[in-house]
């Protein structure tokens, strides 16, 4: 990657750019407190969930968290609302991508002066995640957001050029739109082809923003591990959501076949949050090609058709959701009404049984999945099972279910 005048473009003050919290028009409403292991808390004076947790284990410094949040939370500049800190006007210091830009340029200038050693694979993945934070929470219309995007996947690439297993970059044509690009990690010391998961991530997360979960979870058990954007976020911003949510994932699923590097015979599916919606709606339609489907605080029912749960969700996520669904001028009641479409339960799907093995993990007390719908999952399979994650302590819970959960996958693929 070129440095030719990097800081230079990347840091020269702009203010014709939207600030993120005015693209999607809803009537926004007063802050309400929230926690979910999985997106982070709502805190007052911030538009954006703050998910230092997740952060942290995708391996951002808490450190480094605390020093970028706070440039921004001490910035003096003009504001969209001047009771939310991340709301700065323009491309400038305080501005949420512009500090978290700033931050990830820093660690890409190390990469590229450390050139071909281990080191430098860390810096590029350290940069790809701050980019990745820059465009969080990757709204549509965002230009900013989508120049973080492309430094993130650039950087991303780069890291994997240098860290343990090896990327691949496949392209999959799409039935009446666009390509779309998928990431294929290989685990070192495994011959292909490979046992592999695909992994459906959540609404707020670029596939490269998972790393670890390969690298410390499922590498280590011979398993490959290919990741897609979500549909209208990354190399899927082409792509709206709709009540087919599993529509990209299950054409990737069905081209497989063709992948030489992947055995199509021991294929499973990862899915948490609302890719979780994805990989429980593909263990109805797409049997005979899945070994298993593991799901990790689902989204299948309640949050789109409750209400009062409804209006629990931040003004952040409302407005991300309204964003993938292709309503940036919507009233919640008409976005309630689209988001009914996308329960499973509605779309005549969970309750029904399947011969695929689901393993459906949660929190107690989750807003976003309640337990009856992971015991749900469950039961709609002969060799169902879930699994409780405790809410406290937050990360080494986490830790443990996710080396059980890998540990499932591995014995249904037989590895």
């Not at 999985?38 to 538009?47: C, I, K, N, P, S």
């Not at 030489?260 to 015979?265: N, V």
Request: charge should be neutral; include cysteine; charged fraction near 20%.
């Amino acid at each position: 990657m070129s440095t030719k005048n990097l800081s230079e473009e990347l840091f020269k003050p702009r203010f014709k750019h939207p600030e993120t919290s005015t693209l999607v028009r809803r009537q926004h409403h007063h802050p309400i407190q929230v926690h979910s292991a999985l997106e982070g808390d709502t805190q007052r004076g911030w538009y954006r969930m703050l998910n230092k947790l997740l952060w942290t284990w995708r391996g951002v410094s808490p450190l480094e968290l605390s020093e970028v949040l706070a440039r921004i939370a001490v910035s003096n500049v003009a504001r969209t609302d001047d009771r939310l800190l991340d709301t700065v006007i323009g491309y400038r210091g305080g501005n949420w991508n512009y500090e978290w830009s700033k931050q990830g340029a820093g660690w890409q200038q190390l990469a590229m002066d450390a050139a071909q050693s281990d080191e430098a694979g860390h810096q590029w993945l350290q940069a790809s995640l701050l980019y990745s934070l820059a465009a969080y929470p990757f709204i549509k219309g965002d230009p900013l957001a989508d120049q973080a995007q492309l430094l993130a996947n650039r950087a991303y690439e780069e890291a994997t050029q240098r860290l343990p297993g090896e990327l691949k970059a496949l392209t999959f044509s799409i039935p009446g739109g666009s390509p779309v690009t998928a990431f294929l990690h290989m685990p070192p010391q495994v011959s292909a082809p490979y046992p592999t998961v695909l992994l459906c991530g959540g609404l707020d997360a670029l596939q490269s923003d998972h790393y670890r979960l390969f690298h410390d979870y499922l590498a280590p058990r011979g398993i490959a591990m290919l990741t897609l954007d979500m549909p209208s976020v990354g190399f899927s911003s082409k792509w709206t959501l709709n009540q087919d949510t599993s529509f990209l994932h299950q054409h990737v699923l069905r081209e497989l076949p063709n992948v030489a590097w992947i055995d199509h015979t021991r294929v499973a599916l990862l899915g948490y949050r609302f890719g979780a919606n994805i990989a429980t709606r593909l263990a109805y339609l797409e049997v005979p090609r899945l070994r298993a489907v593991a799901t990790l605080g689902a989204m299948v029912h309640s949050v789109f058709v409750d209400t009062a749960r409804q209006q629990q969700l931040p003004d952040m996520y409302l407005d991300m959701l309204a964003s993938r669904l292709g309503m940036p001028s919507t009233s919640d009641s008409n976005l309630r009404i689209e988001l009914n479409r996308y329960s499973l339960k509605i779309q005549g799907l969970l309750g029904r049984r399947t011969p695929v093995p689901l393993l459906a993990a949660y929190w107690p007390n989750d807003i976003f999945s309640p337990e009856e719908e992971s015991q749900l999952i469950a039961n709609s399979s002969a060799y169902g099972k879930t699994l409780l994650i405790p809410a406290q302590p937050v990360f080494a819970p986490f830790n443990q279910a996710l080396n059980q959960l890998c540990d499932w996958l591995a014995k249904q693929l037989r590895v």
